[in-house]
């Protein structure tokens, strides 16, 4: 069995927090030596979907909190967001690609965060917040993918 790790952050939904939000996940995974600089930009990506969308439609008003938990087990990074909002009446409408719920923005963060991650699970309840798992193993190099006969 692996090495595991964990660790936890919790401030407040503003935008200035987003990028501090991508860069701490970034060197959090980069413990795993074999993401590759576009996996870990991938990381920060879906990092920052997430996060962007608690500061943007998590709270009715300023001042919520976003809590990020991340582990690391077997080489395998779990990043779950979550925060105690207004939640999500219909996730799977917000899944979709291009749904939004403000005119301005383009409905594609769920779509990005699913593309980007190996697993995507988005729970919510209306009045209570959302919660988003996002798991990312590395990818085989090539050498690896030839010792399994791939």
């Keep these: 069995m692996g090495t595991t790790n964990h660790m936890t952050l919790e401030f407040?939904?503003?935008?200035?927090?987003v990028e501090f939000?991508?860069?701490?996940?970034?060197?959090?995974?980069?413990?795993?030596?074999?993401?590759?600089?576009?996996?870990?930009?991938d990381i920060k990506l879906?990092?920052?979907?997430?996060?962007?969308?608690?500061?943007?439609?998590?709270?009715?008003?300023?001042?919520?909190?976003?809590?990020v938990h991340g582990s690391i087990e077997d080489g395998i990074l779990t990043i779950t967001v979550e925060d105690?909002?207004?939640g999500i009446p219909d996730v799977e409408q917000a899944r979709q690609p291009a749904f939004t719920t403000s005119p301005d923005r383009m409905g594609m963060g769920f779509t990005i965060m699913e593309a980007l991650s190996d697993q995507l699970d988005?729970?919510?309840?209306?009045?209570?917040?959302?919660?988003?798992?996002?798991?990312?193993a590395p990818r085989m190099t090539g050498s690896e993918e030839h010792e399994r006969g791939a």
Excluded: W
């Excluded at 939000?21 to 930009?41: G, K, N, P």
């Design 46 to 67: 879906i990092v920052s979907e997430a996060v962007s969308n608690v500061v943007l439609h998590g709270y009715d008003n300023p001042g919520g909190l976003v809590r």
């Design 12 to 17: 407040p939904a503003i935008a200035q927090n």
């Design 122 to 136: 988005v729970t919510s309840r209306p009045g209570a917040g959302v919660r988003v798992t996002m798991k990312k």
């Design 21 to 41: 939000a991508r860069v701490a996940v970034a060197c959090f995974a980069s413990q795993i030596d074999s993401f590759t600089m576009e996996e870990i930009d």
């Design 84 to 86: 105690t909002g207004r």
